[in-house]
């Protein structure tokens, strides 16, 4: 993650935080998303991003959310050295979206890469 990109990650994750202590859960996983796109090839803080991800789920009650954000978790960890530096793409890494879904980055995102 370049310093532009470290920026927007730093600024979406604090208005998550932000969201998520509002109850605002919906908007909280829309800047998890934007955390998960910019994180991509970091692997702790892509890790960190499924693990908050996870736990608005389970704020929010969504199993399909918590299954999801669990498997992900697991998977970050154990193929990080495999997939570490990939190029990231507009996936925001939620339950709504597969786990190899190709996405474009978001407008809002365009100017961090």
Known sequence: MNKKQQ??????????????KKGNYQQAMTDLGYCHILS???????????????????KNGN??????????????FATAP????????GNPG???????DKLTI???LQEYF
């Open 7 to 20: 920026q927007g990650y730093d600024l979406y994750y604090r208005s998550a935080k932000k969201n998520l």
């Open 40 to 58: 991509k090839n970091s692997y702790l803080q892509h890790l960190k991003i499924h693990w908050r991800m996870l736990l608005v789920g389970f």
């Open 63 to 76: 199993l399909k959310e918590v299954r999801v954000q669990m498997f992900r978790c697991f998977m970050a």
């Open 82 to 89: 495999m997939l570490a530096g990939t190029q990231p793409n």
């Open 94 to 100: 939620d339950s709504n979206h597969g786990f190899f």
């Open 106 to 108: 978001p407008e809002i």
